[in-house]
Structure formats: C-alpha cells, structure tokens
C-alpha cells in the first residue's frame, strides 16, 4: 500500500514537472551577498531590450517565467533589479538549468520617505502578521494580555488559551525566543503592555530551520518585539494591596528581555480569587501526548464533588494561594539555547455547595441531594531544563521534566441525608526526558533521532468516615470506615529512527521505531471495623493487574510545500502488541493487533489572504488499563466501577474543511470550519443506578458514536468608530449509546453557542468592552420520549473612563440568565468598580478597587448532559474592598 501511494505521488509530481517542461519555464531564486532571500525583486526575460515576459519573487526569493512560445530559440537575457541592490543579467543558455542570481548591496541611497499614519493597520510580510501593540492598547491596560483579547482576528478563551482565526497558537515566542513553551499565560499576564512593540501571528510555523521549507506545518504561533528601551534593563510591576474583609494580594516580578538573556521571574500570593494555577496551564499538552502515543494514568479516586460554576473563576473561588516561578533562558552562542523553568505553587481552596440530580429512567426517576463542604491543599513543584541548539542545517533539543505535587482534600459530605467526612490524598511523581537530534549531509537528506522516556507514580487513598452504603458494602453490617487506595505506576518509551529526502517539489520522510508501557493496576476496597479490624469491603475488592504493550511501527510520510498547495500525507503502520494479567480473577489475555491509520491534510491558497483547508484520518486505537480491571474500584463515594469485557478496540474516522479569509488593509477576519467524526467500539458502559449507588461494567457490544460540528467567525475592527467588531457561531451534535439498568438509551445532543462582542476606543478619554455568549442545549432521547432544553445567556460589559492623565475610573459587570422548562429562571448580575490615581513622581499607582458590588453570595447553575439533569448552588464570596500600591521598576 504504501509502495503504491508512493509511485502515485511520484507519478502526479512527475506529470506536473512534465508539463512544466513542455512549458519552457525557467526558474530559480535570488540572494544578497549574505545568501538571505531577496523578496519583490523584479525579474525580466529580454530580447534585443525587448521585454518577452516579467514577474517578481516571492518571499522565498524564488521566481518562475514562462518562456513564450514565439520566443527565439537564442539571444534570450535574464534581468534582475531590486531597489537598493545593483542591476544584473545573465544570458540564457539552457532553459532546463536555474538562474540563480547573489545581488550586491547599491550604494545608491534614495530620499528618505516618512509616511505618518495613527490609523491601527495590520503589516503582512510572507507568513506573518504584525499588530503594533499601541494601536490597541488603552491607558488602563497594564499587561500584555489585556491588548492581546483585542486584537482583531484574536480570541481568548476564558484559561487564557489564544487563537488566532479559530486556530489555537502552539507557542508565543519572547522576542523570537521559546521561554515558556505553551505556558504563556505567564507571559500574557506579567509583561507590562508598554514594553512590547508588535504582537506577531505566524502562520505555517515551523520551529525546525533545518525542517523549514521542507516539511509543511499547519501551525500559528505568536511572537512579541519588545521595544529598544526595554531591551537594555530589567522590567517589573510590583504589587501590594489589602483590603476588607482581610484580603491582601501581592504580585513581585522582574524581567529581562535582552538578545542573550531573556527572564521572567515573579512570587505572587493572594486571597482575592485570581487563581495562580492558572499561571501553569499548558495549553497544549493534551495534543503533544498524543503525538507521542503517551497514555498517561487518569487520576482515579476523587470526592465526587459537583466541579466548578460556570463563572469567571475569581467569582467564585475561595483561596489563599502563593507561587514561585522562575523562567531565564540564555542564548550561548549563536542558535544555542539553556533554559530554566521551576516553579513551586501552594494553595488553600475551600467551595461549599448542594447538588440535585436526576436521572431520567423509562419508568423512573432517580433523585440525589448532596451538600458538601470541601477544602483542598495542593503542593506543586515543577522543574524543566532543556537545551536547545536550532541551525539551518541541525537541530537538537533535551528537555528533562520533573513534577511532584501534594495533593490532600477533605470534605464534609450529606448525601440524601446520611452525613460522612472525606480524606483524599493523591501524590504524583512524574519524570520525563525527551531527546531529540536532526541532522542534515552535504547531499541534503535529512536525519533524525528520537528517545522519550517517562516514569509515573500516583498513589491515591480516600477514607470516607463512618461507612457508607452497608447494604451494599461490607456484608449489610455497620461498620466505622470505608477505605480506597490505588496506583498506577507506569514507565513508558518512544524511539524512532527518520530519514528525509527533501526535494524541489516533494519532501519524503521514512521513520521506524517501537514505544513500550508497562503498568500496574493495584488497588483495594477494605472495610474498617468498628473494632479496627480491616476486611475486604466486597468479594472483588481488590486489583493486582499487569499491563505490558509494544507498539512497533514504520511511517512513511509525503510532505508537498509547495506555495499554492501544502499538502501532508502520513501512511503509518503499527503493530500493538498487548497484554494483560491478573492472576486472583485467572485473567490473562493477548492482543495482537496491525493496524493502518492513513492521514491526510492539505492547505490550498484560493487567493492573496485566503485558503481552504482540509483533512482526513482513520484511527484504530485501543482502551487502557483502566478500562480492563476485574476487582471493583469505589471511585467516588456513590459509584462503584469494575470490568467484563474485553479491551476497548476503536475505529474513529474524522474529516474536515475550512475557510479562512483576511483582508489585512481593512483587517477583517472571516473563517469557517466543518467537522465529522465517526467512531465505533466493541463495548459499552452499563449502569445499575439505584438512590444509593452507581455501579458500573462494561459489556462486549458494540457502541457507535457521531458528532458533527460547525462554526463561523467574523472579526472587523471599524476605522470610523475605532471599534473591534466581532461574532461567530458554534454547532455540534452528538449521537451516543448507554445502557442504563438493562435498558439501551440513545441519545442525540445538540448545542448551539452563539457570540457577539465589541471593543471600542470611544474617545480618548472613554473606552468599552462587551461580550454575550447564547448557548442553547437540548437532549432528546426516544425511548423516553422525552426532550430537555437549557438556554444560557451571559453577558460581559466594562466601560473606562480617563477624566485627566493621572486619573483611570472603571466599572464592569456580568449578567448570567437560564432558563429551563422544569424550573425557575436564574438571573444574576455582578460588578465591579475600580479608581486609580497615577502619582508621577514617585511613579507609583494607587488604585482602590470594589469587587461584587452588589454583595451576591450564592450561584444557582444547570446541567444537562443525555439523560442527567443537576441543579447545583454554590457559595461564593461576597463583597469585598482593596487598595493596591503599584509601581514599575
């Protein structure tokens, strides 16, 4: 198959540069003297100074002139001529060779030219884009992030996530440099909005100079410039506030943004809501595992809590949190990185809610109220270094990982009016290396050495005091306490050997490897007397599982970069080799599987600023650990999870196209994007819910699941009214089965999410910002006859006013309103206000700041997921008052 695929493409290229030939083209590229690409230069092919044909070369500095067919067969001259370098010609004498041309510098200088302009405008060269940060930036503004959310053709989800055209970014680079990997909300939410210069989108980014032009990369990624001034000295804004009732927040940091040195270190501690774990979100990381095929443990046990509202998290979160992070990178030398980042987090954070929920049965509803009072105490340390070494003809990188994180959480819980207290402890030890070498010969074929290497341990023990459910648990006898442990230790590989041929018209790269896991599955479910005695809480209790799976595989992968088409097809074969034992249930099974998941995906450039973009795959994938284990697990106090089946085998097809247009000079931005997806099992989950219990297993049928999903998005920044204008719609439907006491229930959800928003720079002295999110979902299953829809409707609004140069006025405010037909409408409205007065100097900020005006302490939310309707309520905090002192140093 894949021999085949390979000639077809050989072929199609073959016929093309056929074709091209009996065209009589001629071609080749343009450099200075420094061997850099020389962009728009302008190229003729001249006869007796008569001119036969003409172009321009790209941004690559190649260029491409059809010879026309009248032409004489001799006495053809190639011109080339380019302001600020000298003319030169060359005469044709073989059209088959390139004419390559080196330009030198002209010492002709021409009239300086200033052309003024305070209109916001949007600067394309090539690839990338370039927004000056001062166009959109406002005075109340103080980071990074704050003009990053407006910019036209940008969206930040709420966890600090940016895309760009509907695209999340895979990095944002400090001044060319990868300081933080996808950590950016570092960056976002400490540099100081002044210091940086452009905000730069870069389209079909690859990181890899030996790889560029190579092999096609559909990546976006974000790069900021950093003004002169703030390049030669340290950078920071300091924080220290407090307020009533007894709040404070502290925020200490210093930067560097110099060429050899770039920092960003910071300790921040607070009581206010502002979650400092968010500073350590990787955005991308779930993406990354899968490319490395690194199934890593889930978290297992847990306390069962309702999660968290659908708020801005500093509504609602109750904390007392501090953090160090430590991030310096120091180029050695010329394309020779060190890197550094260690970061070490501590936490309280309490929540307080009741829960109801229902679940829809044929002949019955089942209810569960619970109120718990939760209080959790993580302990995170994190330590990366990697060394980088990125040249145009090698690359190499080493990047050694360590996390370690203490986890205890408690809680006090009434469930359906019986009361227990919970203890959960899960600590984490997490080590990774990754390894990877790219080298190129002198005949230009490409090289590469791969080895990643992880070890995980997660031992997790909850003790739910006194003892739940005995009339399931524990032979129908009261007894004192209830007692999980689990843990997965894991160690996990991946090495491969490649090899690229890259060419004119067609790259090809060849890669085989092998990945190992092996694992463990150990737990326990015992019963604690109330003589202390310990016994099993059930007959299968407890898990003593081995896991052990080789994947050894061959890809052959066909990359096409061109201008026009960029197109990408991997071909890779796997060969699973799996098994799995466990001797207590005399469970000892193999599988042993080859599996072909061809990919396809392309970008077509229809226009200047526009592309169609596309894709297809077909994934065999298999199930985990966690989906095998025969003793039962209680991983939350009221469900009861274990195993019948064999392991999950899945085929998931998905296809997509989109649209993506631009028009930078106007900047508008339009994009379009259609998803399917159809996947297909060999198990089901089943449920035996009672008023008490869930217990789950999975059964060997098959299950199908399909999701189709659309979306649109618009963003159009007005001259007139100095306005970003925005909006765009979301909708997804889903089709999936569940067993359910014996009774198979499908459903079909679907949710629509639509968005508008502004903002404007009224005046000088008065700017705004609004968004509103509708969201409506419906479930409807036929075997109940029944159809549930929810319709959320949020709003966000700021509005900022500058009476004079020192003095900053806000007010802000949400508004959240559901509406479902079995209960009341929830309306809520928050704001906040703020007044900050800039004292010149001793260049310092005062800024006194009112958060939940209104003093609302409690949040009402609704669920509906298939056929699982909650109504949660949460306490949140109330109003309350701070000063903060601000200056920069």
């Given at each position: ?171 944002l680079y400090i001044g060319g440099d990868n300081l933080l990997d996808d950590k950016y909300n570092i960056a976002t939410g400490a540099i ?453 089946a064999d392991l999950t085998e899945r085929q998931t097809q998905t296809a997509l196209l989109g649209f993506n247009y631009r028009k930078a ?42 999701s189709w999903q659309l979306s649109t998005s618009i963003s159009k920044y007005n001259f007139a009214l100095r306005t970003t204008f925005s ?163």
């Amino acid at each position: 198959m894949i021999a085949l695929v390979k000639n077809l493409l050989l072929g199609i290229i073959l016929l093309v540069s056929t074709q091209t030939a009996f065209a009589q083209n001629i071609g080749g590229t343009i450099t200075d003297s420094l061997g850099k690409a020389v962009p728009f230069a302008s190229v003729t092919l001249k006869n007796n100074n008569v001119i036969l044909a003409y172009t321009v070369t790209n941004n690559k500095g190649e260029y491409s002139i059809a010879i026309p067919a009248n032409a004489p067969k001799t006495g053809l001259l190639v011109e080339v001529s380019c302001v600020g370098y000298k003319k030169q010609n060359l005469v044709l004498t073989d059209a088959s060779v390139p004419c390559n041309f080196k330009l030198s510098a002209s010492s002709k200088q021409l009239n300086e030219v200033m052309i003024k302009n305070s209109r916001p405008h949007l600067k394309v060269s090539g690839d990338t884009l370039s927004y000056r940060a001062s166009d959109f930036s406002s005075p109340q503004d103080r980071v990074i992030g704050d003009v990053i959310k407006k910019l036209p053709g940008v969206t930040v989800a709420a966890d600090g996530k940016i895309s760009y055209n509907n695209k999340p970014i895979s990095n944002l680079y400090i001044g060319g440099d990868n300081l933080l990997d996808d950590k950016y909300n570092i960056a976002t939410g400490a540099i100081p909005n002044k210091v940086v210069d452009l905000v730069q989108i870069l389209e079909n980014h690859q990181p890899i100079k030996a790889l560029k032009g190579k092999v096609v990369s559909d990546d976006v990624a974000m790069n900021l410039t950093f003004k002169p001034d703030a390049k030669i000295k340290v950078v920071g804004q300091e924080t220290v506030g407090a307020g009533l009732p007894g709040k404070y927040d502290e925020n200490l940091n210093a930067m560097m943004f110099k060429d050899k040195y770039k920092a960003i270190n910071y300790l921040k501690g607070n009581n206010t809501g502002y979650d400092v774990q968010n500073d350590l979100v990787s955005h991308n990381m779930a993406s990354y595992l899968s490319r490395l095929d690194n199934d890593k443990p889930n978290t297992v046990l847990s306390l069962g809590t309702a999660g968290d509202p659908d708020l801005p998290r500093n509504r609602y979160l109750f904390d007392q949190s501090g953090i160090i992070n430590l991030n310096n990178l120091v180029n050695l030398k010329k394309d020779v990185q060190l890197k550094a980042n260690v970061s070490y987090l501590h936490d309280t954070q309490t929540q307080n809610y009741t829960k109801s929920t229902q679940i829809y049965q044929p002949n019955d509803t089942v209810k569960y109220t619970e109120t718990q009072q939760n209080k959790r105490r993580p302990d995170w340390i994190h330590t990366q270094f990697t060394l980088n070494i990125n040249r145009d003809k090698y690359y190499l990188n080493n990047t050694l990982v360590t996390d370690y994180s203490h986890n205890t959480n408690y809680s006090g819980l009434t469930t359906n009016g019986v009361f227990a207290n919970q203890v959960f402890k899960d600590n984490t030890l997490d080590f990774s290396n990754e390894f990877n070498l790219i080298n190129t010969t002198k005949s230009n074929k490409i090289y590469e050495w791969y080895s990643y290497i992880n070890r995980i341990t997660e031992p997790e023990t909850r003790t739910i005091e006194p003892g739940l459910t005995s009339s399931k648990l524990n032979n129908n006898v009261p007894y004192a306490s209830l007692l999980q442990t689990t843990n997965i230790p894991t160690w996990f590989t991946n090495n491969y050997l490649s090899f690229k041929i890259p060419g004119n018209y067609l790259t090809q790269s060849y890669k085989a490897g092998f990945s190992q896991q092996a694992q463990q599955l150990q737990s326990s479910l015992n019963a604690v007397q109330y003589n202390n005695t310990v016994t099993p809480a059930l007959k299968n209790s407890t898990n003593n599982l081995d896991w052990n799976r080789t994947r050894i595989y061959a890809d052959a992968q066909y990359d096409v970069p061109g201008n026009k088409l960029k197109l990408t097809v991997d071909l890779p074969l796997n060969l699973q080799l799996l098994n799995y034992n466990d001797a207590q249930y005399n469970l000892d099974k193999t599988l042993n599987r080859l599996y072909f998941n061809p990919k396809v995906s392309g970008k077509y450039q229809t226009g200047v600023e526009n592309y169609v973009s596309f894709g297809y795959g077909f994934k065999n994938d298999v199930g985990n650990i966690q989906d095998v284990y025969y003793g039962n697990i209680l991983k939350n106090y009221r469900s009861l999870y274990s195993n019948n089946a064999d392991l999950t085998e899945r085929q998931t097809q998905t296809a997509l196209l989109g649209f993506n247009y631009r028009k930078a000079i106007t900047l508008f931005f339009f994009g379009a994007n259609a998803m399917y997806t159809h996947s297909v099992a060999n198990n089901i989950s089943s449920s035996i819910i009672t008023d008490t219990l869930q217990q789950r297993i999975v059964l060997p049928f098959e299950n199908g699941f399909d999701s189709w999903q659309l979306s649109t998005s618009i963003s159009k920044y007005n001259f007139a009214l100095r306005t970003t204008f925005s909006t765009g719609i979301n909708w997804q439907s889903s089709r999936s089965n569940q067993i359910q006491n014996g009774i198979i229930l499908p459903y079909n959800t679907i949710a629509t999410t639509l968005n508008a928003g502004i903002e404007s720079k009224i005046s000088e002295k008065v700017n705004l910002s609004y968004k509103a999110y509708y969201t409506q979902t419906t479930s409807e299953s036929k075997v109940l006859s029944s159809k549930a829809v929810i319709k959320q409707l949020q709003q966000q609004g700021a509005i900022n006013y500058i009476p004079s140069s020192n003095l900053f006025l806000s007010l802000s405010g949400d508004h959240y309103f559901t509406h479902q037909d079995a209960a009341n409408d929830l309306k809520y409205i928050f704001a906040d206000a703020s007044a900050r007065y800039k004292f010149n100097k001793i260049k310092t900020d005062l800024e006194l700041s009112a958060v939940n005006l209104f003093d609302t302490r409690t949040y009402s939310a609704l669920y509906l997921s298939a056929n699982t309707f909650t109504a949660n309520t949460y306490t949140i905090p109330g109003r309350f008052f701070l000063l903060k002192a601000m200056f920069n140093i």
